[in-house]
Every structure is written in structure tokens, then in C-alpha cells.
């Protein structure tokens, strides 16, 4: 079992930069792909970027791909996407996401989803 839980959410003028922490309890942390996934208004929940339980490989999405970079620190059992260049086509729920297997985007990204974090609001105004 992985418990997940976001900070850093908050309200953000466009142009700046948060970061998002996600801190995940369990013994299985560091053989679980992890990664963001958001949900806008009215809008269904897309994915945002993964990061490989071994930390080798990275996937974003297109339309955050140069401007968010998510990391993981294994010993602090943390992910972390650090956003910048925030526009409010940002603005969403984020929730951070596990998935056991093998390592690898690929397989994140195909899912299933093994484990949600409750989700963080980050609001980009204009």
C-alpha cells in the first residue's frame, strides 16, 4: 500500500512558478512509477508527467514539456513538479499518482493507476 499526500497548491500570477511536493508513506515507494496527472473545470482529468521508479526516464505532456520538471527523491520517499512559466490554462486540480510494476513511463501512462493522492488546487490568474 502507498499513501499520497500534495502540498504546495495555491494561487499564482501567470508567469510565475510553484512547486508541488507529493509525500507517499509505504514500504513499496521506490519501485513505483509515479507522476501528475490534473483535472480543470468541466474538463476530464489528463495526464501531466511520470517519472520512472528507478528516476531514469521522464514523460510530460505536450502542453507542459519544457516548463514543468518532475522529480523524485527515493530516500525522502518524494515527487516533486516544479512548474514555471504558469499560464491559466494551468489551472486545475493536480493529483499525484503511483503505479506498481516495472519501471518506466510507458507503463504509468497505460496504467492502470495503483494509488491517488487527494489533490492540490493550483489557480493561475491572468
Known amino acids: 500500500q502507498v499513501q499520497l499526500v500534495e502540498s504546495g497548491g495555491g494561487l499564482v500570477q501567470a508567469g510565475g512558478s510553484l512547486r508541488l511536493s507529493c509525500a507517499a508513506s509505504g514500504r513499496t515507494f521506490s519501485s513505483t512509477n509515479m507522476g501528475w496527472l490534473r483535472q480543470a473545470p468541466g474538463k476530464e482529468r489528463e495526464f501531466v508527467a511520470a517519472i520512472s521508479w528507478k528516476g531514469g526516464s521522464t514523460a510530460y505532456a505536450d502542453s507542459v514539456k519544457g516548463r514543468f520538471t518532475i522529480s523524485r527523491d527515493n530516500a525522502k520517499n518524494t515527487v516533486y513538479l516544479q512548474m514555471n512559466s504558469l499560464e491559466p490554462e494551468d489551472t486545475a486540480v493536480y493529483y499525484c499518482?503511483?503505479?506498481?510494476?516495472?519501471?518506466?513511463?510507458?507503463?504509468?501512462?497505460?496504467?492502470?493507476?495503483?494509488?491517488w493522492g487527494q489533490g492540490t488546487r493550483v489557480t493561475v490568474s491572468s
Open positions: 499518482a503511483a503505479q506498481s510494476g516495472p519501471s518506466g513511463t510507458y507503463y504509468f501512462r497505460r496504467g492502470p493507476i495503483d494509488y
